[in-house]
C-alpha cells in the first residue's frame, strides 16, 4: 500500500497518477532520479515489483506541446 508514500517522494518526483498500491510519475531526469527514488523506497520498506517506462506516442507528445 501507498500508505504515506506521495509525501515522501513529492520532492523528487511529479506524482501523474496512482492506486491502492500503484503510483505512476514523472521526472525530466529517470537515469539521475530512478536510483535515488529507488533507494528511497528501499529505506522505507516498500517493495517495488516493476519499475518500467510509459512510453508516449507521438500524438500524445504533439498535444502535450501545443497545450502548453
Not at 520532492?11 to 529517470?30: A, H, I, K, N
Not at 535515488?36 to 522505507?44: G, I, K, M, P
Amino acid at each position: 500500500p501507498l500508505d504515506g508514500l506521495l509525501s515522501d517522494v513529492e520532492d523528487l518526483v511529479t506524482v501523474e497518477d496512482y492506486g491502492d498500491t500503484w503510483l505512476r510519475y514523472s521526472t525530466p531526469e529517470p537515469e539521475r532520479v530512478n536510483p535515488r527514488l529507488l533507494q528511497q523506497l528501499a529505506r522505507r520498506g516498500t517493495p517495488v515489483v516493476t519499475l518500467s517506462e510509459v512510453p508516449r506516442s507521438l500524438e500524445d507528445v504533439y498535444l502535450r506541446i501545443v497545450d502548453e
